[in-house]
């Protein structure tokens, strides 16, 4: 550290890619194995999930997204809860815990052939603790990193998430027609292992970060009440537009995402089919993503915040919906539902998880996890049934794209107010610190 408190960055090719001194250097590199492990475990279950899902087009997902929107009302207040009294330290390895046992325990219940329940059950279960544990993840990096360092590390730990994102698709291509879905589970719960195993080294860094800043809060317990978190997002100003632009980005890909398992349904595909179908989308997405993060994500980030990351997602999305209005096909839709979901993965999140570090710490545990498991699992409900709807009353897919079109200009007008909300936040933490320097020691 300088005498300014600022770090001192070396000019090799670690600073160069990472933009982190020796001693962040650490953190960083178990953040990137912790997000890596994470989507690794997620990515080789969720082609198996889309393949059972999609076996009955589009009809099924209303059904499962509401299952799981109705578990996360379950869940939240019980995890408000838990993060109101004990410390989010202490309850974090927990949860990754958990989700270990459960894998084991389906891949105990499933064989080849899955039975419905077990299927939809984990369909389900997939879906929820893929939710839980992002929003844990990314609320723990809030915790560690200090703004600054957030608008120069996400890009890098996003694209080890990426990378994980790849390698998972392709262990399922490769595994699919010889290991059964209970051998895929437990490869998955070896990774979320991993993932347990960086969370501890990561908690001690986090513990002598604050000591060094002098702040030592992080095995504080947050307290509030159960339903803090949603309380919170109808108090502030940033925390109401994170709602609606999560909202609206969950809509436009419940459209797409429908609209394809509708397409793949008529290609008649079968199980093993529709599996790999799913895995190489899958695939072809992580890897624009990975080239984005590292082309590109992190050198908008760093230099011009977080203005162009929430801007071309909604633009492109209005125009990918558009031209699917005009000329629906399924080669133009894979296409789109690549470039929207890679554009969300590269630029929305991470530009997303860098406002959360502007909120406090309550809002970063209870309001995040409201709006990254309620808010998101809701609009995938909503969505799906308003696609369900207007199949019925005889919408085509292009008709029900060109109405999708005026969610695409509503997210781009959020994404206009997040970004005039976080340039007041930086001014008045500005202001506190200026003031903070006058007024302190001589």
Not at 32 to 44: A, C, E, H, N, T
Not at 46 to 63: C, H, N, Q, Y
Not at 225 to 232: E, Y
Request: aromatic share 10%; net charge positive.
């Amino acid at each position: 550290m300088t005498a300014t408190g600022e770090p001192k960055h070396d000019t090799g090719w670690h600073a160069l890619i990472a933009g982190a001194d020796r001693r962040e250097r650490v953190a960083l590199a178990w953040s990137f194995v912790f997000f890596f492990s994470q989507l690794f475990g997620y990515y080789i279950l969720r082609s198996v999930r889309e393949a059972l899902i999609s076996a009955d087009g589009a009809r099924m997902i209303p059904t499962v997204f509401t299952s799981v929107f109705v578990c996360m009302l379950l869940l939240t207040p019980l995890y408000g809860a838990l993060v109101a009294r004990v410390a989010r330290r202490h309850f974090m390895p927990a949860i990754y815990a958990f989700v270990i046992a459960m894998l084991v325990l389906f891949a105990l219940l499933v064989g080849r052939d899955m039975s419905p329940r077990v299927a939809i059950g984990f369909s389900i279960f997939l879906s929820v603790i893929n939710l839980f544990t992002d929003a844990v993840f990314w609320s723990f990096m809030a915790d560690i990193f200090v703004n600054q360092q957030a608008r120069r590390f996400y890009a890098v730990i996003a694209a080890g998430g990426t990378m994980g994102a790849i390698l998972g698709p392709v262990a399922s291509l490769a595994l699919v027609r010889h290991v059964d879905a209970g051998g895929l589970m437990l490869v998955s719960a070896a990774f979320y292992g991993v993932c347990l195993a960086c969370l501890l080294r990561l908690i001690p860094w986090a513990r002598r970060q604050e000591a060094l800043e002098g702040r030592e809060d992080g095995d504080r317990l947050i307290g509030g009440s159960i339903i803090g978190g949603a309380k919170m997002v109808f108090r502030s100003p940033i925390l109401f537009a994170l709602v609606l632009h999560m909202f609206c980005g969950v809509s436009i890909g419940v459209l797409l995402y429908s609209s394809q398992a509708d397409t793949v349904r008529a290609l008649g595909l079968d199980y093993a089919a529709r599996n790999q179908y799913f895995a190489m989308i899958d695939l072809t997405m992580n890897v624009v993503v990975l080239l984005a993060q590292l082309l590109v994500t992190r050198v908008l980030l760093a230099r011009y915040g977080v203005g162009p990351l929430l801007l071309v997602p909604a633009v492109a999305a209005a125009i990918g919906l558009g031209s699917l209005a005009l000329a629906h096909g399924a080669l133009l839709l894979a296409a789109i539902q690549i470039g929207t979901r890679g554009m969300s993965f590269a630029f929305v999140k991470p530009a997303r998880e860098t406002l959360f570090t502007l909120v406090d710490r309550e809002a970063r545990y209870k309001a995040k996890n409201f709006i990254d498991t309620v808010v998101y699992r809701g609009g995938d409900m909503l969505s799906s049934w308003t696609y369900i709807g207007l199949g019925a009353i005889g919408f085509s897919i292009a008709a029900r794209a060109g109405l999708w079109v005026i969610v695409a200009l509503l997210w781009l007008a959020v994404a206009l107010w997040l970004i005039r909300l976080q340039a007041r936040l930086r001014d008045a933490r500005q202001i506190d610190a200026d003031d903070a320097s006058r007024t302190g020691p001589e």
